[in-house]
């Protein structure tokens, strides 16, 4: 490292000397300050925070030892060398106090100088490397340490207690911030990244839950006493945590995570949802814990993104179950949703939809994969009827994403409703209308595509077209088997592709089809069309370089 000298000599022609005859630079060794008297030097020390001061002791104003002891009671760490002359070893005793590196009788030539200067600074490089070793062997520990609690409370919550087995005696041996006392586990899932974390690469969303880590532990320790550890267990984030056995505040309380989610929000621009189990005895049930904080968050598919799910809440029905493919509130559903459709009644059909979805939304009994199976076969059955009564109008592989495609991934119980209306719309669209759309329709469509880009709403739209709110949305519904809201959201989405195509900047984009935030445009866009519009982007960039496009 280039090293940083003031030199503080009152006889002008020797300080001069010591700067000019020797070429400091080629040692890598920068001359910050000429003082000629102590005090002068003093303030060149504090602002310079050089490394090395070579000073005379017998100085106007603030002898050399004197201006030694002020510069370290200011806090500047730094090495000393002091030229002297014979009959200034009075001095001797003081500057070892003083922890002076070396000296240099006067007079001396410069390479007496150079050499003295070259050993304090080896010295100096030397304690720099051993201090960056030290460092890094603690980071090395710390990360080792680490590594080895997230590997044993994995461990934990994979496998029940083993016969033998003292977890005990493993948390005394890496430290581990947890008493053998009631346990909860919780447990973080990312619901959607705001524009800056979009299409982040493997390197950047290992940090992103690095430091989700981190704040969750800076958030949740205080609440739990310092009694927590977080981890992770493949790409889920988790932390377990000691409560008081009669519950307390962190046990069944969402204040904390309240707060986790708000810190979140602001710090990483993350929407999240989060879900704890029930107090259980002891480290021995982390499995149980666990296994209740995964069930828990099954709710965020009835409850929707964005939740807080305690498992202590869950309305747990399980008696007289039957299958999902055989309930009758659905099969009824079904049979209205395609009876709707096959007369033209659009609003009939969006209205069974939206009936069935809330219906599931109150049957907890059953379970994702049963429901995304059920939803699975009202889609298969409305492109049968499609394929039957509009043979060829309808491009299933629509727009780079297929509906089908789109089913394992629904994450919520809104995603299936959103896939199965945009189906119903797609039908409206290219079916062969006997009779006109209504004008009071056709006056909003028209309204719609001038004002798309503002901000328009359904309100301002039955204002213009001089009838009331309840009458326009209703009208629209039946006549376009949408709603005006979801309308002109897929209205807005499909002029952003257009934008986007163009290699349009995100946020660009999102003003120019009338979002006021970006965070609010991409997650319209990624539920309407199943991906983020970084994603639609690259998929889009990829398809014209394959010649697809």
């Not at 447990?187 to 959607?192: N, S």
Request: proline share 3%; glycine share 6%; net charge negative.
């Amino acid at each position: 490292m280039t090293l940083k000298m003031v030199i503080a000599e009152d006889e002008q022609a020797f300080r001069d000397g010591i700067v000019s005859s020797i070429n400091w630079k080629l040692y890598d060794i920068e001359i910050v300050g000429e003082a000629e008297h102590g005090r002068q030097a003093l303030d060149m020390m504090l602002e310079s925070r050089a490394d090395l001061l070579l000073t005379d002791i017998r100085m106007p104003h603030l002898n050399g030892l004197d201006l030694i002891r002020a510069a370290k009671e200011a806090g500047i760490d730094f090495h000393s060398i002091l030229l002297t002359g014979y009959n200034e070893f009075d001095y001797a005793k003081e500057a070892i106090k003083l922890g002076v590196s070396d000296y240099l009788l006067k007079p001396c030539m410069p390479h007496d100088i150079l050499r003295v200067v070259i050993d304090v600074k080896k010295k100096i490089d030397a304690a720099e490397f051993e201090g960056r070793m030290l460092t890094e062997r603690d980071r090395t520990w710390n990360r080792s340490i680490q590594l080895l609690k997230n590997g044993i409370l994995s461990q934990w919550i994979q496998q029940p207690l083993m016969p033998l087995e003292e977890r005990t005696v493993a948390m005394r041996e890496v430290n581990l911030a947890l008493q053998p006392e009631p346990i909860v586990v919780g447990r973080i899932e990312i619901d959607a990244m705001e524009s800056g974390n979009r299409g982040m690469n493997n390197r950047d969303l290992e940090l992103m839950r690095y430091a989700i880590l981190n704040i969750t532990d800076e958030t949740l320790r205080p609440y739990y006493n310092g009694k927590l550890e977080v981890f992770r267990h493949g790409d889920e984030l988790l932390w377990m945590a000691n409560v008081s056995s009669n519950g307390g505040r962190a046990s069944d309380s969402c204040e904390p995570l309240q707060q986790l989610k708000r810190n979140l929000e602001s710090y990483l621009h993350l929407s999240v949802s989060f879900s704890l189990s029930s107090v259980q005895p002891s480290v021995n049930d982390a499995r149980t814990a666990y296994e209740e904080a995964c069930k828990a968050l099954e709710s965020r598919f009835y409850q929707g993104k964005g939740g807080i799910f305690l498992y202590s809440k869950l309305n747990m029905k399980h008696d007289g179950k039957t299958s999902i493919m055989d309930d009758p509130y659905l099969e009824r559903v079904e049979k209205e949703l395609l009876a709707h459709l096959q007369v033209g009644q659009y609003g009939g059909a969006v209205d069974a939809i939206e009936a069935g979805i809330s219906y599931l939304k109150q049957q907890t009994v059953y379970s994702r994969s049963e429901i995304i199976w059920r939803v699975s076969g009202i889609i298969m059955a409305l492109q049968r009827l499609a394929q039957e009564r509009f043979p060829g109008t309808i491009e299933w592989q629509n727009d780079l994403v297929n509906w089908i495609e789109r089913i394992p991934n629904m994450e919520t119980l809104d995603d299936c409703s959103v896939i199965l209306q945009m189906i119903v719309q797609s039908i409206v669209q290219t079916s062969p209308h006997q009779k006109q759309l209504h004008r009071t329709v056709q006056a909003t469509l028209e309204l719609i595509r001038a004002k798309y880009d503002t901000n328009l709403t359904l309100e301002l739209a039955a204002k213009e077209t001089f009838v009331s709110n309840s009458y326009l949305s209703s009208l629209f519904k039946q006549e376009l088997g949408v709603n005006f809201l979801d309308y002109l959201h897929q209205y807005r989405v499909e002029r952003a592709k257009e934008l986007l195509r163009e290699h349009f900047k995100i946020y660009a984009v999102a003003k120019l089809v009338g979002y006021g935030e970006e965070r609010h445009f991409s997650s319209t866009f990624k539920k309407w069309t199943g991906m983020t519009p970084s994603q639609f982007q690259k998929r889009y960039a990829q398809a014209v370089s394959e010649g697809s496009c």
